[in-house]
């Protein structure tokens, strides 16, 4: 207990008060700058998408790239069904009369004992 005598108890809690105090600081500015970022990075994105509704379109009726996307999705999913026999998609188990196999025999996993002379 000699050693703990000569430590400076107020020192140590305002070393651990300084940092915990740092650490609080820069995950608060990590914050921050994290949504700075975020910021910086779509106004770019969010002043397009202002342009092009201000811009009156000229094709409304066209299909959008979702919709055609989903109607090749559709054609691929019926072309691929018709090419297989249709299935029953019953699962059988059946057990089989002989359970010895080599895979779950314990036996030759165990090393030979040396023989005494």
Not at 53 to 78: F, G, R, V, W, Y
Not at 88 to 117: C, D, F
């Amino acid at each position: 207990m000699d050693k703990f005598a000569n430590v400076g108890w107020p020192e140590m809690l305002l070393m651990a008060l300084i940092g915990f105090l740092l650490v609080f600081t820069v995950l608060v500015l990590l914050i921050f700058v994290m949504k700075g970022m975020g910021w910086f990075f779509t106004r770019e994105h969010k002043a397009k998408v202002a342009a092009s509704a201000a811009t009156p379109h000229a094709h409304d009726h066209a299909i959008s790239d979702q919709e055609l996307a989903a109607a090749i999705i559709t054609a691929l999913k019926l072309y691929k069904s018709n090419l297989h026999d249709q299935e029953s998609e019953m699962i059988t188990i059946s057990r089989i009369a002989r359970a010895y196999s080599p895979w779950n025999s314990k036996i030759h996993g165990l090393t030979q004992v040396p023989e005494k002379k």
